[in-house]
């Protein structure tokens, strides 16, 4: 029998008693120690290193392709290696990094993410390499690959673990092994429960690899006892292609066969060869993250906390791009995962159709008053656009939201990002940039914060034809394909922000301001300040009738209400600027308000949604007022938009900036 891939610290005898042979298969490898000399690997140059203790190495070939193509084997680096040799006499190379005992876990993937890192700046590696995945490697592989499906070019599995249930848990028909499983729930800290409810083996979250189109070839006896082929490789093959994707088993039941069908012979391995290489060659033109983002001021203040204190609370500010799952999620499980000992208070502040305007006055009791925020994720771009929020508004909306939270906390680190949608991809294709884009890089720039342009990387890459808007992207509501992306450029950011010198910077001064009216003190005013006539009434508890849809937040609330012509409000305050938002359903109608006796100004409160939705609806009276009290008065008119069913106005919160 053959030695087992990887087992260079157990002897194998040719006879030995097969319950030893496997569990040979079952312990992982010994690390190999590392050495600063170059050695030589089946007739190639091998250039050996060490990444936070973990024995790395490259082996070059003798005439390197252009773009530097590699192969990436995730374990048993000795094992099957012809595949290997035919790669290096046709010029690429392969890498490995002996991450063993660890079973493809969080504390792994940090250090492939360190080894990748590595070797695209040490070796100029190209960015997608082919990933080869043999037997327990594929927990690393697919592990990975999950986590960056834009940085892979193809998978390649043997025989691969798909389901630790399977592998190492034993719990279907497979054979299992007691101390692998045990030690598989010490490395992810769970119990017997947690172990067996785990979610993210191989099988499962394909989506973002489906998205990035990667090409999937395993290798597989159907005789497998050790890892049956009906609970790994068939179920990720099968979810693999009905979320679209491309996935290929060859079956090799030729004899003979060893190790209860884990082993068997590879009779062309140039065929695996042939399949790694038309994948990861030529090396696609790529176009960098980090020409999309500016890190500026960094964030060393959120820095500090998660690696000294070891307590942070991360916020996440902006519309439905936030509010629904994606790349959130991936932000929240990287933090978690890159500091794994630090205590993290996530606050997911995304409310679909808001933009900065209302940003700005809900800052306060969406975010502000749960408690201090170290690092905070603000977006506004998109929906700016789609609520025809002008120019200045945009500005002092942003510069308003961050000197608020500076004054909240001054040691509080934001990251502002511009997503993408049509109107920027127009925009560009005009040779011009989005108003929203440019306003947001201004505010970002003048107080020093790390801004990430992702409408201008979405506009160049698809004319670098990386990827297309229609088969990739989709929608201005991303698909997985955009989710991942916008978290690979957030990723990329924090990593550039985490190289920097990690210390806690002193409170910086607040520069002169963009504009003097912003809305650096943005709040709610409650409705129950309104002096109401007979035909408004708060209904404490407001939920539509019609059956249209809501916004959470805007519903099950208390609501100012009228829906008769001449319906009057008077509202006395102070501050710089006033407002109201609203819920603006089918049954909408037109407002007029005068400020201080001035002359009325009339109000659609109908929108473009409003026929199929009660949207929140964010409308700016005055925000040029002078210091001082003031006094509104609103009334219902007798006018409404063609569209609409009534004359209603649902009044959720007057704006006020004092």
């Given at each position: 029998?053959?030695?087992?891939?990887?087992?260079?610290?157990?002897?194998?005898?040719?006879?030995?008693?097969?319950?030893?042979?496997?569990?040979?298969?079952?312990?992982?490898?010994?690390?190999?120690?590392?050495?600063?000399?170059?050695?030589?690997?089946?007739?190639?140059?091998?250039?050996?290193?060490?990444?936070?203790?973990?024995?790395?190495?490259?082996?070059?070939?003798?005439?390197?392709?252009?773009?530097?193509?590699?192969?990436?084997?995730?374990?048993?680096?000795?094992?099957?290696?012809?595949?290997?040799?035919?790669?290096?006499?046709?010029?690429m190379y392969v890498a490995y990094i002996d991450a063993d005992n660890?079973?493809?876990?969080?504390?792994?993937?940090?250090?492939?993410?360190?080894?990748?890192?590595?070797?695209?700046?040490?070796?100029?590696?190209?960015?997608?390499?082919?990933?080869?995945?043999?037997?327990?490697?594929?927990?690393?592989?697919?592990?990975?690959?999950?986590?960056?499906?834009?940085?892979?070019?193809?998978?390649?599995?043997?025989?691969?673990?798909?389901?630790?249930?399977?592998?190492?848990?034993?719990?279907?028909?497979?054979?299992?092994?007691?101390?692998?499983?045990?030690?598989?729930?010490?490395?992810?800290?769970?119990?017997?429960?947690?172990?067996?409810?785990?979610?993210?083996?191989?099988?499962?979250?394909?989506?973002?690899?489906?998205?990035?189109?990667?090409?999937?070839?395993?290798?597989?006896?159907?005789?497998?006892?050790?890892?049956?082929?009906?609970?790994?490789?068939?179920?990720?093959?099968?979810?693999?292609?009905?979320?679209?994707?491309?996935?290929?088993?060859?079956?090799?039941?030729?004899?003979?066969?060893?190790?209860?069908?884990?082993?068997?012979?590879?009779?062309?391995?140039?065929?695996?060869?042939?399949?790694?290489?038309?994948?990861?060659?030529?090396?696609?033109?790529?176009?960098?993250?980090?020409?999309?983002?500016?890190?500026?001021?960094?964030?060393?203040?959120?820095?500090?906390?998660?690696?000294?204190?070891?307590?942070?609370?991360?916020?996440?500010?902006?519309?439905?791009?936030?509010?629904?799952?994606?790349?959130?999620?991936?932000?929240?499980?990287?933090?978690?995962?890159?500091?794994?000992?630090?205590?993290?208070?996530?606050?997911?502040?995304?409310?679909?159709?808001?933009?900065?305007?209302?940003?700005?006055?809900?800052?306060?009791?969406?975010?502000?008053?749960?408690?201090?925020?170290?690092?905070?994720?603000?977006?506004?771009?998109?929906?700016?656009?789609?609520?025809?929020?002008?120019?200045?508004?945009?500005?002092?909306?942003?510069?308003?939201?961050?000197?608020?939270?500076?004054?909240?906390?001054?040691?509080?680190?934001?990251?502002?990002?511009?997503?993408?949608?049509?109107?920027?991809?127009?925009?560009?294709?005009?040779?011009?940039?989005?108003?929203?884009?440019?306003?947001?890089?201004?505010?970002?720039?003048?107080?020093?914060?790390?801004?990430?342009?992702?409408?201008?990387e979405v506009y160049d890459k698809i004319k670098n034809k990386e990827?297309?808007?229609?088969?990739?992207?989709?929608?201005?509501?991303?698909?997985?394909?955009?989710?991942?992306?916008?978290?690979?450029?957030?990723?990329?950011?924090?990593?550039?922000?985490?190289?920097?010198?990690?210390?806690?910077?002193?409170?910086?001064?607040?520069?002169?301001?963009?504009?003097?009216?912003?809305?650096?003190?943005?709040?709610?005013?409650?409705?129950?300040?309104?002096?109401?006539?007979?035909?408004?009434?708060?209904?404490?508890?407001?939920?539509?009738?019609?059956?249209?849809?809501?916004?959470?937040?805007?519903?099950?609330?208390?609501?100012?209400?009228?829906?008769?012509?001449?319906?009057?409000?008077?509202?006395?305050?102070?501050?710089?600027?006033?407002?109201?938002?609203?819920?603006?359903g089918s049954d909408a109608g037109m407002v007029s308000y005068t400020?201080?006796?001035?002359?009325?100004?009339?109000?659609?409160?109908?929108?473009?949604?409003?026929?199929?939705?009660?949207?929140?609806?964010?409308?700016?009276?005055?925000?040029?007022?002078?210091?001082?009290?003031?006094?509104?008065?609103?009334?219902?008119?007798?006018?409404?938009?063609?569209?609409?069913?009534?004359?209603?106005?649902?009044?959720?919160?007057?704006?006020?900036?004092?």
């Amino acid at each position: 029998m053959a030695a087992l891939p990887g087992q260079t610290t157990i002897p194998m005898l040719k006879y030995y008693f097969t319950f030893c042979v496997l569990l040979c298969f079952i312990l992982p490898a010994k690390a190999q120690q590392a050495t600063p000399l170059n050695t030589k690997w089946k007739g190639f140059e091998r250039v050996n290193f060490s990444i936070e203790g973990h024995d790395a190495y490259y082996v070059k070939p003798n005439k390197p392709l252009p773009g530097n193509p590699w192969v990436w084997r995730s374990s048993f680096a000795d094992w099957h290696t012809d595949a290997d040799s035919v790669l290096l006499s046709r010029g690429m190379y392969v890498a490995y990094i002996d991450a063993d005992n660890q079973f493809g876990s969080p504390q792994a993937m940090q250090v492939w993410d360190k080894f990748y890192a590595y070797l695209l700046k040490a070796a100029w590696f190209s960015t997608k390499p082919a990933l080869e995945a043999v037997s327990r490697g594929g927990l690393y592989a697919y592990a990975w690959a999950k986590r960056n499906p834009d940085k892979v070019s193809c998978i390649y599995g043997e025989t691969p673990v798909c389901d630790i249930i399977s592998w190492p848990g034993g719990k279907g028909t497979g054979m299992g092994d007691t101390t692998s499983w045990k030690q598989f729930k010490q490395v992810f800290g769970f119990t017997e429960e947690q172990a067996l409810a785990f979610k993210d083996n191989p099988i499962d979250n394909l989506e973002g690899l489906a998205a990035f189109h990667v090409p999937i070839l395993h290798y597989i006896s159907n005789a497998d006892k050790l890892v049956p082929v009906t609970e790994n490789s068939n179920i990720l093959v099968k979810n693999y292609k009905a979320l679209g994707g491309t996935a290929t088993e060859i079956v090799i039941d030729k004899k003979p066969q060893e190790l209860f069908g884990h082993h068997f012979i590879i009779e062309h391995p140039e065929e695996i060869a042939d399949f790694l290489m038309s994948n990861a060659y030529p090396v696609k033109s790529v176009l960098p993250y980090n020409d999309y983002y500016k890190v500026r001021g960094a964030i060393n203040n959120f820095l500090y906390n998660v690696n000294k204190k070891k307590k942070a609370t991360v916020a996440f500010l902006g519309g439905s791009i936030t509010f629904n799952p994606g790349w959130r999620d991936k932000v929240t499980a990287y933090l978690k995962e890159r500091y794994p000992n630090t205590q993290f208070r996530f606050i997911a502040a995304g409310i679909p159709s808001l933009g900065s305007l209302p940003h700005a006055f809900r800052l306060k009791r969406d975010l502000l008053d749960s408690g201090k925020i170290d690092l905070l994720f603000l977006e506004a771009a998109v929906n700016d656009r789609a609520n025809s929020t002008d120019s200045l508004t945009q500005v002092r909306d942003l510069e308003g939201i961050i000197v608020h939270a500076k004054c909240a906390n001054p040691m509080v680190d934001i990251i502002m990002m511009e997503f993408a949608d049509p109107d920027k991809n127009r925009d560009y294709a005009l040779g011009k940039t989005p108003e929203e884009v440019a306003n947001h890089e201004m505010v970002a720039s003048r107080y020093g914060l790390p801004s990430i342009n992702i409408a201008k990387e979405v506009y160049d890459k698809i004319k670098n034809k990386e990827f297309d808007w229609d088969r990739d992207f989709k929608d201005l509501h991303p698909a997985p394909f955009g989710q991942e992306l916008y978290f690979a450029n957030i990723k990329a950011l924090l990593q550039a922000c985490s190289d920097s010198i990690n210390k806690r910077l002193h409170p910086q001064l607040h520069p002169k301001r963009l504009n003097a009216a912003s809305f650096v003190n943005g709040n709610y005013y409650s409705i129950n300040n309104a002096k109401l006539d007979a035909n408004w009434s708060i209904n404490p508890n407001w939920t539509p009738t019609d059956g249209l849809g809501t916004r959470p937040g805007f519903v099950n609330i208390p609501v100012l209400s009228a829906d008769k012509p001449g319906a009057e409000l008077t509202l006395n305050f102070t501050g710089t600027a006033i407002g109201m938002a609203i819920v603006s359903g089918s049954d909408a109608g037109m407002v007029s308000y005068t400020i201080d006796g001035r002359s009325y100004k009339n109000i659609d409160l109908y929108t473009q949604w409003s026929g199929g939705l009660h949207l929140p609806w964010y409308i700016l009276f005055d925000g040029n007022l002078k210091a001082g009290k003031h006094i509104v008065k609103l009334k219902i008119s007798d006018q409404h938009n063609p569209n609409s069913k009534g004359y209603a106005c649902r009044i959720v919160n007057f704006l006020r900036s004092e």
